[in-house]
């Protein structure tokens, strides 16, 4: 039976795609054990005071090297590289956009602005910068141990395993903050209880949700997110989820103050977007809504399931918009736009589903629609039931990755450059500018 449990496990391993796994039998004693000759990704270490201390403002550009979140505030554009830092992008001119500083912030993903103020999460704090003069950051602050830490760990770029057990002393604390990976090679008897813990994630290094941004009804002054970001500004108060657990930050002081605890939501919940009182999240087997009417009790309101896929979700004028794409950790093949009338979000109904090639991120403005798939798409969406058959435009060539349509201006960040379109006439699209990404 124990020989049967191994070989049933390496058969596991293969079909998760993990590469260089290779096995032979040995005998030993009469009975044959499993040898596993394996690449793996063991975890490289920062001290936490070390991490804490190493955030770096500079008006010295740094090359885009990876795309990541965007958000936008008064002019400027605000790009997220991956667990790196922040790219300060000055667009007063789309056409000629350009690449004026950098904050090094290890642990970096998301971002969102309100009132002069850029706020940041960097692994499991929220760290915060005064951006009144954008193009000379200044470090304000840091809220510790915010976000909740379980696999908050950089993503890998192979698909080879990873030693989650090594991340973990004895007691079961972390040994520090996992800041990289070394791919070494192993070969092990195992069992199959030593075996679990390398987890083949890729994209599944960093278990997040993501949060998009809408007006709030106070009087601040919010920047506008993507729709794969994962905070939200609501009123002054500012949320997250991570790793299943929503934070909520109230940002009307001095100083941010986290003010409850962590609010567990579970689901694998990957985007929100944030409409009306109501918060739209998005999850692999779903759509949830939760009411935000009294924002530091979120309520559950209603869950929608659909095909399993990863998904981020717009809404305008009572209508939802939802992609879901494969060739992700979501492990599925489906590629879809789900279209959903929530007027009542006591009883959404489904309006209409449409076959695409690998959508992800989306946005909606004023019955606009802009997609991120096989480049980026342009649709009326007047009427959801024709949204195919009135296209307006179709630029191929780039892999999409999320959109900002904002004052006729459509910034979309794709595999190899931030680019920019004018759509003030929907009759003559065209592209404003591109700047490049320069993949290392």
């Given at each position: 039976?124990?020989?049967?449990?191994?070989?049933?496990?390496?058969?596991?391993?293969v079909i998760?795609?993990?590469?260089?796994?290779?096995?032979?039998?040995v005998?030993?004693?009469?009975?044959?054990?499993?040898?596993?000759?394996y690449?793996?990704?063991?975890p490289?270490f920062?001290?936490?005071?070390?991490?804490?201390?190493?955030?770096s403002?500079?008006?010295?550009a740094?090359?885009?090297n990876?795309?990541?979140?965007m958000?936008?505030?008064?002019?400027?554009l605000y790009?997220s590289e991956?667990?790196?830092?922040?790219h300060?992008i000055?667009?007063?001119?789309?056409?000629?956009?350009?690449?004026?500083?950098?904050?090094?912030?290890?642990?970096?993903?998301?971002?969102?602005?309100r009132?002069?103020?850029l706020?940041?999460?960097?692994?499991?704090?929220?760290?915060?910068?005064?951006?009144?003069?954008?193009?000379?950051?200044?470090?304000?602050g840091?809220?510790?141990?915010?976000?909740?830490?379980?696999?908050?760990?950089?993503?890998?770029?192979?698909?080879?395993?990873?030693?989650?057990?090594?991340c973990?002393?004895?007691?079961?604390?972390?040994k520090?903050?996992?800041?990289?990976w070394n791919v070494?090679e192993?070969?092990?008897?195992?069992?199959?209880?030593?075996?679990?813990?390398?987890v083949?994630?890729?994209e599944f290094?960093?278990?997040r949700?993501?949060?998009?941004?809408?007006?709030s009804?106070?009087?601040?002054?919010?920047?506008?997110?993507?729709?794969?970001?994962r905070?939200a500004?609501?009123?002054?108060?500012?949320?997250?989820?991570?790793?299943?657990?929503?934070?909520?930050?109230?940002?009307?002081g001095?100083?941010?103050?986290k003010?409850?605890?962590?609010?567990?939501?579970?689901?694998?919940?990957?985007?929100?977007?944030?409409?009306k009182?109501?918060?739209f999240?998005?999850?692999?087997?779903?759509?949830?809504i939760?009411?935000?009417?009294?924002?530091?009790?979120?309520v559950?309101i209603?869950?929608i399931?659909?095909?399993f896929?990863?998904?981020?979700?717009?809404?305008?004028?009572?209508?939802a918009?939802?992609?879901i794409?494969s060739?992700?950790?979501?492990?599925?093949?489906n590629?879809?736009?789900?279209?959903?009338?929530?007027?009542?979000?006591?009883?959404?109904?489904?309006?209409?589903?449409?076959?695409?090639?690998?959508?992800k991120?989306?946005g909606i403005d004023?019955?606009?629609?802009?997609?991120?798939?096989?480049?980026?798409?342009?649709f009326?969406?007047?009427?959801?039931?024709?949204?195919?058959?009135?296209?307006?435009?179709?630029?191929?060539?780039?892999?999409?990755?999320?959109v900002?349509?904002?004052?006729?201006?459509?910034?979309m960040?794709?595999?190899?450059?931030?680019?920019?379109?004018?759509?003030?006439d929907?009759?003559?699209?065209?592209?404003?500018?591109?700047l490049p990404?320069?993949?290392?």
């Amino acid at each position: 039976m124990k020989k049967l449990l191994l070989l049933f496990f390496a058969g596991m391993i293969v079909i998760n795609g993990c590469k260089d796994v290779v096995i032979e039998t040995v005998l030993e004693k009469d009975i044959d054990i499993e040898m596993f000759t394996y690449m793996v990704n063991e975890p490289i270490f920062m001290d936490t005071k070390a991490f804490r201390e190493s955030v770096s403002v500079t008006t010295k550009a740094q090359p885009i090297n990876n795309h990541g979140k965007m958000c936008f505030y008064q002019g400027y554009l605000y790009v997220s590289e991956t667990e790196k830092g922040i790219h300060i992008i000055n667009n007063n001119d789309p056409s000629k956009p350009q690449n004026v500083g950098f904050i090094e912030l290890i642990g970096n993903v998301d971002l969102a602005i309100r009132n002069d103020k850029l706020y940041a999460d960097s692994y499991m704090d929220l760290v915060w910068f005064d951006i009144s003069d954008p193009q000379k950051p200044e470090l304000e602050g840091r809220l510790e141990d915010v976000f909740t830490k379980y696999f908050c760990l950089p993503l890998t770029r192979n698909n080879y395993l990873i030693d989650y057990r090594s991340c973990f002393d004895e007691n079961g604390a972390m040994k520090g903050i996992v800041v990289g990976w070394n791919v070494t090679e192993r070969t092990d008897i195992s069992s199959i209880y030593d075996m679990v813990y390398l987890v083949p994630f890729r994209e599944f290094g960093v278990i997040r949700a993501q949060i998009a941004s809408s007006p709030s009804p106070s009087s601040s002054i919010n920047g506008v997110n993507g729709s794969m970001s994962r905070f939200a500004l609501y009123d002054h108060y500012m949320y997250s989820v991570i790793n299943n657990f929503m934070s909520i930050i109230d940002l009307n002081g001095n100083q941010p103050e986290k003010v409850v605890e962590n609010i567990y939501i579970g689901w694998e919940v990957e985007t929100i977007f944030n409409y009306k009182e109501y918060m739209f999240m998005g999850t692999p087997t779903g759509m949830l809504i939760y009411s935000v009417a009294d924002p530091l009790k979120p309520v559950f309101i209603r869950a929608i399931f659909h095909i399993f896929g990863c998904d981020p979700v717009v809404v305008e004028d009572d209508i939802a918009y939802v992609t879901i794409h494969s060739g992700n950790f979501c492990g599925q093949n489906n590629n879809e736009l789900i279209i959903y009338d929530v007027s009542d979000v006591y009883d959404p109904r489904h309006i209409v589903s449409y076959a695409m090639k690998n959508p992800k991120g989306l946005g909606i403005d004023n019955g606009t629609l802009f997609v991120c798939d096989d480049g980026l798409k342009i649709f009326d969406a007047a009427n959801p039931q024709t949204i195919m058959a009135n296209r307006l435009a179709h630029y191929s060539g780039m892999d999409g990755y999320d959109v900002i349509p904002f004052d006729n201006v459509l910034m979309m960040i794709a595999d190899d450059g931030l680019y920019q379109y004018d759509y003030s006439d929907l009759t003559q699209i065209h592209l404003l500018s591109k700047l490049p990404i320069e993949k290392q």
